[in-house]
């Protein structure tokens, strides 16, 4: 049978077969639906609130990300553009944003330090201030990738330095892409800006 009701701004329809009819036929079953056509209704509710949820979850997908935290604000970056450059003899390059007043960490030293990690066009892919807490590792022992572990062993607690880093020095596999954060190609150059809080055990010259 055909079984017909109506809910506020929508007309549904259904259809049934019965044993014994050999076509589908009409009856007025509108004193029968009461139960479905609720049913129906709610159903019908949270069909268009799926709805509306992944079109505000789409639309969400196209805002721009949240200002993400640097250690080299707009101010810094100006300023920066005054700062000559150092090129090592491995390719690594740098800029010192503040000089330490502190010691240099020795080979083999725990050393804490945050960072912002960037490809070329400025977009970050890591950063231990997303994180809330320094990265601490040992420095000049293959924790971290070669350019990072070359251009901290030069500074001084309390400095903060731009480390341009070749292909060579960074990732040799690559990263992959993440929500938020670019994909980094394998032996790409890759820019580190860095700031070195402490090193535990060493004493900073006052």
């Keep these: 049978m055909i079984s017909k009701h109506k809910i506020p701004s929508f007309e549904i329809c259904c259809l049934a077969s019965e044993p014994g009819y050999k076509a589908v036929r009409m009856r007025n079953c509108r004193e029968d639906a009461d139960l479905i056509s609720r049913r129906s209704a709610i159903g019908l509710v949270l069909v268009m609130s799926a709805f509306g949820l992944a079109t505000t979850k789409s639309n969400g997908a196209g805002l721009p990300p949240e200002q993400k935290p640097r250690l080299c604000d707009d101010v810094c970056e100006k300023e920066l553009e005054n700062v000559p450059m150092v090129t090592t003899e491995s390719g690594l390059q740098y ?67 731009r480390l341009y880093i070749p292909g060579s020095l960074a990732f040799p596999k690559g990263l992959n892409s993440a929500p938020g954060r670019p994909r980094v190609a394998p032996n790409s150059p890759v820019v580190f800006d860095v700031s070195l809080e402490y090193v535990p055990g060493l004493e900073a010259d006052e």
């Design 95 to 161: 800029k010192d944003i503040k000089i330490g007043k502190g010691p240099s960490p020795p080979v083999g030293f725990q050393v804490a330090a945050n960072y912002v990690a960037m490809v070329q066009s400025g977009q970050i892919f890591d950063s231990s201030l997303e994180k809330g807490q320094p990265y601490i590792f040992r420095i000049g022992s293959g924790q971290v990738i070669k350019g990072l572990d070359e251009g901290i062993l030069s500074m001084k607690v309390g400095g903060k330095r």
